[in-house]
Every structure is written in C-alpha cells, then in structure tokens.
C-alpha cells in the first residue's frame, strides 16, 4: 500500500496542531480515568484507574506484557513494547498488518477464550484485555496476573476511546511521550486526508463501510455506522456516512442483508475482506444477485475494497491505514 | 390426499380400537377442510411475508409490480430477497414437519422430533466442521455431508435408547444428552476456528436470509424425493403403529421399514439444515398441531393425511414465525435475530406442555395420535432439560458474540 511521505506529514503539522488541541478538550474526561503516576515513566511505581475502575499499581513500568486483543496488542507494538504473548497470534497476522509482531511472540489462545494456563507459563508482568472478555475469565487471570481492563470501544465517542486506550496503555508500560508522538502523527494525517477529500471537491459525499460473510446462500452484511471508529473517522474525513441506522453500542456495528443496501443511494461503498481468512462476499456471494447489480453505486463502479489487513478497530496505525486507503480510493 | 383418505378402508388405519368409525364423506370434507384451511392461512401469511424486508418495498410496490406498472428495483428484491426467503421457509418447513410426523411415528412418541433425537445437532455439526476445516462446500456436498452427521447422531441415539421404544423417556434423555453433546462440540469447532466460520455464526440458530436461490433450488429435488418416499411407506406407518408384532403378523418388515424412515426423515432434515441451519422445534411442533386440529377427525391419524398436513403445517410455522418476528422487532429484527430463535422458543412452550398433558396409562397398543404414555413428573424434568438445552442453544447473544468476537 502506501507511506504517508514525510513531507506532506510535516506541511500539514500546524493544521494538526488545531486539530490536536479540538481532541484534548474532548478527551479531559478520559484523562482524569488515569491517575498522574503513570506520567512519570521512568522506573518507578505506576498507578492506572483501568475501565472496571480498579486501580492498577505495578512497581514499575510493565515490560513483559501479554495482549488479548488485537487493538490492544497494535497499541503495545506501536509504543515499542513488544508483548510477550498475544491471542490468536495467526489471526492478528492476517488482519493487523499496521504493527507486525517480532517472531517467537507467544501465542496465548483464541481472543474469546485466552488459555489461562498458557498466560500463567508466561508470567508476564500485566496482561491487557478489554471488556469484551467474560468478566469470570479476566477475574481467572487476575487471580495470577495484573490485568489492565480497556473498554474496546465506544459507539458514543469512537475516536476518543482510541485514543485514550492508547494513552492508558501507554501509561501501563511508561511510553506516554511515543504515545503523544503517536496521537499527533494521527491527527495530522487525519487533518492531510480531510484536505484531500476537499481539494477533490468531495466534502459532503455519501459513503458507507461493510464487511460481510457468507454461508451458502446466505450473505450477511455488516455496516459501520458513525458510532464505529473508521465511521466516524470518515465523517471527520469530511464526508458522511449514508448509514444511519443504530449499531452496537461498543464498535457501532449494524447487521443487514443485501436488501437492506437498497436504502441507500449512489453512495461511495467501501469495504474490506481478508483472502487469507475468508470468501469475498462481495464478489462471489452477491456478484449475481439481481439486487446488488441494481444498486446505483454497483452501477456506476463506487464500490471500493480496501486492502487486506487494515484492523478496523485498531488503534492509531491500523486508523491512519484506513484513512489512506480510504481517501486513495475516493480520489483516484 | 383426500381421494388417498377415502379410499383406504377402516382396518388398517390407526383408530384405537372402540372409536366410533366415522363415515367416509365427513371425514373426507373434514380432512380437506383442515388441508384447506390451512393452505388458506399459509397463503395469506405468504403475502404479509413477502410485504417484509429490510428495504422501503411494501405491499403497495408489490401490487403495483404484479398489475406491471413496478419498478426494476421492485422486482429485484422480489426475485433476489423475498421470494428467496419465503421459499426457503417453506422447503424448510416441508421437510422438517414431514420428518418429525415421521419420527413422531416411528417412536410412537409426540416427544419424538429432529431435535430431540440430535438429527439436527449432527448434521449441522457437519456443516460447521468442515466449515472449520476450510472446507468451503457447495450446497450438495453440503448437503450430503449434513445427512451423515444427522445420521450418524440418530444412530447413537437410537443404539442408546434401545430404537426408542423401551420408553418415551429413555428415548428422549438419550436423544437431549447427544444433542448437547453435538453442541458443545459445534461451539467448540465455532471457537477454536473462528475465522473459517465467521458466517455461521448467525447461521447457528437458523437464520432465514438468502441471496440467491442456489440452496433451495438444489435442495427442493431431494426434498421433493424423500417427501415422495414417505408417502410411499405411509401406509407401513399405520400398521406399524398397530405394534411391532402386529405389524410382522400383518406382513411389514418392521426392521426394514424403521431403517427407511429414519433414512427418509434425516435426508429431510439435513436438507433443512443445509439450507437455513438449524430452525428448531418445527419437526416437534408441527405434527402436534396437526394432531390438535384433526383431534376429532379420525382419518388424520393416517399417514398418507398425516404427512402432508405436518408438511403444511411446518410451512405454517416457519412463515409465521418469521411473520411475527419482523411485526414484533421490526424488519431490522429479521436480520438481528435468526427465525430459529422464535420457533425453537415456542417449541420449547410446546415441549412443557405436551409433556405435562400427556399421563401415564397402558402399553404402547395405540394409534400413533394418542399413543404418547409419559411417566408424567419424571418426563417434565428431562423435558425442561431438553428445552433448556435446546434454547441455550438459539440464545441470540451466541451469535453477537460470534459477531464481535471474529471480527471486532
């Protein structure tokens, strides 16, 4: 795919200045769920207030940490803390290719259903889950291991969650300041692809994000709604999501099936499949359905998939792949 | 069907012996009378049905379409998504009402059904097997393979209960026991490979959405056939519902014709399940009906009645209970919540009930209609154990997990 070429990262700094600060303003809340220990780094003791409201304390920043889910573990490479152990090793290759694991990583299970005497083995430090696991296997893990609970997403406030999972995480292992390094490059090529969606004239265009699957002959389908992090990513993109039914309130998901594509118009339609993992339900579930080939955006050819491996509920690397993706297949 | 009713004579149907015998021409206007009245009712939850759906196309459109005067995106979601969908409830619910009246039969047993007896666990077991194994199977293949797994888990429920007929309760604990069996193991394959099954996960508790008509054009023949074959042997049906020995005194083969129907009933329901997954409860619920409606209507005890009406009453039930799903939550409910999750609910209803009405009385002498002897408190409990199992596993929070957990 691409590399956002330096230059342009650096033409477009004094814009993600402004957007930066817009960010902090609605991030104080989260902040305060953080208590200030964390911001020393260094060797010494770190406090953090985790998504249940316990208070973490470890003696000093953790170094050996295991992740049990992928947006977790894409936080933990990001900053440079690469994780002893991760869940469903094979599967994060596949569909996280942001921020690849270094080989020998240990594999620690399946991300519902972590093997509690796998993580016991490895004896980490702190182990980061979110509270999409059981509450009965995190307190298992907990009887052996600290455990950082995130809340992995947020349909009320996408972006901002993101972005304070990468801050708590970031806090737990001592790498604030790659974390504000992070954040910023984000902002800044979040604030470069909204001046792209504008110098196209694009600002304002309809557009949706699906993924689907498909079992015999049924095809489901899969709408990220405003509340999902690349959603509203798109809408900060400048553009607006033509889905406007209610998703899930963590990753802001919508179940439909083709019939229900014909509520919108001549949107631009982006989705993503993994052919390592998967059948592309786009192509061979629905490329003779008579009502996807009446559907105006099949019609004019606005039907875009993104490239494999772009996490759609990752942390800053996976979103600013999706944000590149996205506004490449717009523009050209 | 009404022709086949009357021309049979007394003697072989399955009237328990005392029973006022009715005369002919009442019982054939009472049996087409049930026929029609229920075809009536079908066709008119047709038409709700096809005025459902996830797009603005109502029935206005639909009728405005028929009169020639619709749009070409009308009459794509007619072709491509309702119709789809009503066939599929349909072939569906054919197959499943055919194998459970047969079942039911062949147990003597109103408790007998493809989900009591784990036919529907295996062979959706099958499916998700090869479905974890990176198997992408077309639907006859997967059909096929559906057939085995059915087969393979009524044999072992049939082996643990002696055929079934030492007892409704052994038949029944046995039939529940490797149906939650067969469903762990299917959660299991769900959890440890859930990339490769990622789709049947909202598959899991039958789910109705179809995007073209592949599964149930190809499955319609074998449904068509084992249907067929059914009525072939309904006639052994009823003398073998005279008992075993009567009926070898009367010249049935009792082994052979037991082993051709449960061979017929599991091709039915391995074809249902290949087709929407595992929709539970209709085989159970749909000969129940039946009997309930043609309680006082004699010739419905004969198979040649019996079957076909099951068949349409299991139409009766799947197209209702989509009918209602999507009136009750609404078209986006349609998508969110398989079909399976309402008829295996009301299933369960039926299942508590038949259990607490049926009372204990003598040996298995009876006409199929009546001939369910319950040892009452004992079987309420492993009946709530088989509905509770049963539920557990059309729980919608199964599929959401699944949902989430793949992808998110």
Not at chain 2, 57 to 85: E, H, I, K, M, Y
Request: aromatic share 4%.
């Amino acid at each position: 795919m691409r590399a956002t070429p330096i230059p342009v990262l650096i033409a477009t700094l004094a814009l993600a200045v402004v957007v930066s600060a817009c960010g902090s303003v609605e991030d104080a809340g989260a902040q305060t769920s953080a208590t200030e220990a964390g911001r020393d780094g260094g060797g010494g003791p770190v406090t953090v207030t985790d998504a249940r409201g316990r208070e973490i304390a470890l003696d000093a920043p953790a170094t050996e940490v295991v992740g049990l889910e992928w947006g977790v573990v894409e936080n933990l490479v990001s900053l440079g803390v690469m994780p002893v152990g991760v869940a469903d090793v094979q599967g994060y290759s596949h569909w996280v290719s942001a921020a690849p694991l270094d080989d020998g990583v240990a594999d620690v299970g399946i991300r519902g259903e972590p093997s509690v005497d796998a993580l016991g083995a490895l004896d980490p430090d702190l182990v980061v889950a979110t509270t999409d696991l059981p509450t009965n296997i995190i307190d298992q893990i907990e009887a052996l291991v600290p455990v950082l609970v995130l809340r992995g997403a947020s349909a009320e406030r996408p972006i901002e969650q993101m972005k304070d999972n990468l801050t708590l995480v970031a806090q737990a292992v001592g790498r604030t300041d790659e974390a504000a390094a992070l954040l910023e490059d984000f902002d800044a090529v979040l604030a470069e692809g909204a001046q792209r969606i504008e110098d196209a004239g694009l600002t304002g265009t309809g557009f949706v994000m699906a993924d689907g699957y498909i079992q015999g002959s049924t095809v489901s389908i899969r709408m990220f709604t405003d509340g999902s992090l690349v959603g509203a990513v798109g809408e900060e993109l400048g553009l607006e999501n033509a889905w406007t039914g209610e998703g899930d309130p963590d990753y802001g998901l919508a179940q439909t099936d083709v019939e229900g594509l014909t509520t919108l118009g001549d949107v631009e339609f982006l989705y993503y499949t993994n052919d390592a993992t998967e059948e592309n339900a786009f192509e061979s579930g629905l490329a003779g359905n008579a009502i996807w080939k009446s559907l105006p955006f099949v019609v004019n050819g606005h039907v875009h998939r993104l490239a494999d491996g772009i996490w759609m509920f990752g942390g800053p690397l996976s979103t600013v792949q999706f944000v590149d993706a996205a506004v490449d297949a717009l523009t050209s | 069907m009404s022709e086949l009713t009357a021309s049979r004579s007394a003697p072989t149907s399955g009237r328990a012996p005392g029973e006022p015998a009715a005369a002919g021409p009442v019982r054939r206007l009472g049996v087409s009378t049930l026929f029609i009245a229920g075809l009536a009712a079908t066709v008119l939850l047709a038409a709700v049905h096809l005025a459902q759906g996830t797009s603005s196309v109502d029935a206005a459109d639909l009728l405005r379409l028929a009169t020639g005067r619709g749009t070409d995106q009308t009459a794509a979601v007619l072709v491509a998504s309702r119709l789809p969908r009503l066939l599929a409830a349909t072939l569906v619910g054919v197959a499943l009402g055919f194998s459970g009246a047969a079942l039911q039969s062949l147990a003597r047993n109103p408790l007998a059904s493809p989900d009591t007896l784990g036919v529907n666990a295996g062979a959706y077991l099958a499916v998700v097997a090869a479905a974890a194994f990176g198997l992408s199977l077309p639907v006859l293949p997967a059909g096929g393979l559906a057939f085995l797994g059915g087969l393979a888990a009524a044999g072992v429920v049939l082996v643990l209960s002696a055929g079934g007929i030492t007892g409704p309760t052994r038949l029944i604990l046995a039939g529940s026991a490797v149906a939650l069996a067969l469903r762990a193991l299917t959660t299991l394959l769900l959890l440890l490979f859930q990339e490769s099954t990622t789709g049947l996960f909202a598959w899991r508790s039958g789910s109705l959405i179809q995007s073209d008509l592949d599964a149930v054009i190809q499955m319609a023949p074998v449904v068509l056939l084992a249907v067929t074959g059914s009525m072939l042997v309904a006639h052994r049906l009823d003398v073998l519902a005279l008992g075993d020995d009567t009926a070898s005194v009367l010249g049935i083969d009792v082994r052979r014709t037991r082993l051709v129907v449960v061979l017929l009933a599991v091709l039915l329901t391995a074809a249902a399940v290949t087709v929407a997954g595992p929709i539970g409860f209709v085989g159970l619920v749909a000969p129940v009906l039946v009997r309930l409606a043609g309680s006082r209507l004699p010739g419905v005890q004969r198979h040649r009645v019996l079957l076909p009406l099951s068949g349409s009453a299991g139409v009766l039930v799947v197209v209702t209970a989509d009918v209602v799903l999507r009136i009750v939550l609404g078209p986006q409910g349609g998508v969110d919540i398989p079909t399976g999750v309402v008829t295996t609910l009301f299933g369960s209803i039926v299942l508590v009930w038949l259990a607490r009405r049926y009372r204990d009385s003598g040996p298995t002498r009876q006409s199929p209609g009546t001939g369910s002897r319950l040892r009452s408190r004992q079987t309420v409990t492993v009946v709530a154990i088989a509905a509770a199992g049963a539920t557990r596993g059309g729980r919608p929070g199964d599929a959401r997990r699944g949902h989430l957990g793949a992808h998110g």
